[in-house]
């Protein structure tokens, strides 16, 4: 995997993230990426597992939402008259089902994490990964609707 990337400089995790929103913002800097054939299929690996990652991240807020929707419209339902119970309460299904959604983005996000790791242990510069960053905000959505189902009787 020598030349893949030699170029690249050697930074900690917050200078690379930060480089790498200011690439997003204003275009990228520093010289052209060395474009050979290793380098691109690096960088298709690398742009696949984020593609995966949110993958995961829009099941799980799919799920996420899907629940705290049920939950909502039940509770709603439950002002206008009686509520008949089946086999499981829609507050139940709901809680259930966001719980469900936060499994997803959070083991999609491990699995994302590993695959990341396996690549940079190759000897590859990788940078910070935008994904990661998109699914903890979506876990943090989840973790407040999953608290709202929990608290809110």
Same mark, same amino acid.
């Given at each position: 995997?020598?030349?893949? =990337?030699?170029?690249?400089?050697?930074?900690?995790?917050?200078?690379?993230?930060?480089?790498? $929103?200011?690439?997003?913002?204003?275009? /990228?800097?520093? /010289?052209?990426? =060395?474009?050979?054939?290793?380098?691109?299929?690096?960088?298709?690996?690398?742009?696949?597992?984020?593609?995966?990652? &949110?993958?995961?991240?829009?099941?799980? $807020?799919?799920?996420?939402?899907?629940?705290?929707?049920?939950?909502?419209?039940?509770?709603?339902?439950?002002?206008?008259? /009686?509520?008949?119970?089946?086999?499981?309460?829609?507050?139940?299904?709901? #809680? &259930?089902?966001?719980?469900?959604?936060?499994?997803?983005?959070?083991?999609?996000?491990?699995?994302?994490?590993?695959?990341?790791?396996?690549?940079?242990?190759?000897?590859?510069?990788?940078?910070?990964? $935008?994904?990661?960053?998109?699914?903890?905000?979506?876990?943090?959505?989840?973790?407040?609707? $999953?608290?709202?189902?929990? #608290?809110?009787?």
């Amino acid at each position: 995997m020598e030349g893949i =990337n030699d170029s690249a400089p050697e930074v900690n995790a917050k200078q690379g993230l930060m480089a790498r $929103l200011a690439d997003l913002l204003w275009g /990228p800097s520093g /010289p052209p990426k =060395n474009l050979d054939g290793n380098a691109l299929a690096v960088d298709r690996t690398r742009l696949a597992f984020q593609r995966t990652m &949110m993958a995961w991240i829009r099941t799980g $807020l799919s799920m996420i939402s899907f629940g705290f929707t049920i939950y909502k419209f039940f509770d709603v339902q439950a002002g206008l008259g /009686p509520l008949r119970e089946g086999f499981i309460s829609p507050r139940a299904f709901g #809680f &259930m089902m966001i719980l469900t959604g936060l499994c997803a983005v959070l083991f999609g996000g491990l699995e994302h994490r590993r695959e990341m790791r396996s690549l940079r242990s190759a000897g590859v510069h990788i940078p910070p990964s $935008l994904a990661n960053i998109v699914g903890a905000l979506v876990f943090l959505l989840g973790v407040l609707g $999953l608290l709202a189902v929990i #608290f809110r009787q």
